[in-house]
């Protein structure tokens, strides 16, 4: 993932052209609050403003979440009190993996 802009809040983000059921992984070093969202709604998020933003399923220091639709979407991992090290993988639709579809507000 790559780092924001230090000036505002501190996230790592990575952005990923995408289709439906495909799966974004996101791997951590430490525990961290994970957000995947559209570009609208990254947007939103990176001026401040308030956004809409899907939870993945996690499993240990893993967290994959499936598309639920085509689109340009962003993995975003906020940083904690320590330095945050990730790593994220777009892989082809899992089977067995439900889609999760949990839809948040912040």
């Known amino acids: ?5 230090p000036r505002h809040m501190k996230f790592l ?26 570009a609208k709604e990254f947007k939103h998020y990176g001026a401040g ?5 899907f939870k993945g399923k996690e499993e240990d220091n893993m967290i ?9 979407w962003h993995a ?15 892989r082809a639709p899992q089977p067995g993996l439900e889609l999760q579809a949990e839809n948040m507000e912040a």
């Open 64 to 72: 994959r979440f499936a598309l639920p639709f085509d689109g340009i």
């Open 49 to 53: 403003r308030t956004h809409t933003y």
């Open 1 to 5: 993932l790559s780092p924001a802009n």
């Open 13 to 38: 983000y990575r952005k990923y052209p995408a289709k439906r059921h495909e799966v974004i992984e996101v791997e951590l070093n430490a525990p961290a609050k994970v957000k995947f969202m559209t």
């Open 76 to 90: 975003v991992a906020e940083n904690g009190p320590g330095t945050l090290r990730a790593t994220c993988t777009l």
